[in-house]
């Protein structure tokens, strides 16, 4: 199962990810992304563990982006691939069975991609302009998610990410998107944890009742 919400943790120094991620956390996120570019391996992975501290004190999960020898030696939950990362298959190989792995697609042909190599869930996007998915070009909005999701008709999960705001919520489930992605919206106010669950009627105690095999 996966957490409706997912928070793109964000900030301008991996001291500031890692308080943006315990805020997140203690706000009540259930899922937490971490991605952070332009920093050597080392310093990712010595991130990876203090953020896998704080969210395994607050029982939330933690997905690590791109680096999958890093996911493993962390023991995060899963592995989010960006759009132009590696191949979830060749991936895969590397990471312990019981860990996911999400993939980033954009368009249609993209997401099929993904299913045929059986990612556990999918963020499309983005949903409207944004400065952390420059690589992706079609901004999809409403219309490009009903597009994508009534062609798809799939079971795997479709996370809709891109600037999604508190309001945007209500109408991009109607288009068949089970979940969202945030990062902006989450780190300038992260009360606003709370408003997304209610939107998603996403709850806590229901995700904990999933056992894992």
Excluded at 2 to 31: D, M, R
Excluded at 49 to 72: G, S
Excluded at 124 to 147: A, C, K, M, Q, W
Aim: glycine share 8%; proline share 2%; hydrophobic share 35%.
């Amino acid at each position: 199962m996966i957490p409706k919400l997912q928070y793109i943790a964000q900030g301008s120094s991996p001291k500031e990810h890692l308080e943006n991620i315990q805020k997140a956390c203690t706000a009540g996120a259930e899922l937490v992304q971490l991605r952070i570019e332009n920093i050597s391996e080392k310093k990712f992975l010595k991130l990876a563990l203090e953020a896998r501290e704080v969210t395994a004190h607050f029982q939330t999960r933690l997905m690590v982006t791109d680096h999958y020898r890093i996911a493993k030696e962390v023991k995060a939950d899963g592995l989010q691939l960006g759009k132009i990362a590696s191949n979830p298959n060749a991936a895969r190989k590397h990471l312990y069975t019981w860990q996911i792995i999400g993939g980033t697609a954009n368009t249609l042909q993209d997401c099929e991609s993904l299913i045929e190599k059986e990612v556990d869930f999918i963020c499309l996007g983005p949903f409207r302009i944004t400065n952390t998915e420059d690589h992706l070009s079609s901004v999809l909005g409403l219309n490009g998610y009903s597009l994508i999701t009534e062609a798809l008709k799939t079971t795997t999960p479709i996370i809709g990410f891109g600037g999604i705001t508190t309001e945007d919520v209500t109408d991009i489930l109607k288009t068949g998107i089970s979940g969202i992605a945030v990062s902006g919206e989450i780190t300038r106010n992260f009360n606003t944890i709370k408003t997304f669950n209610q939107l998603l009627k996403a709850s806590s105690t229901k995700e904990q009742r999933h056992t894992f095999k």
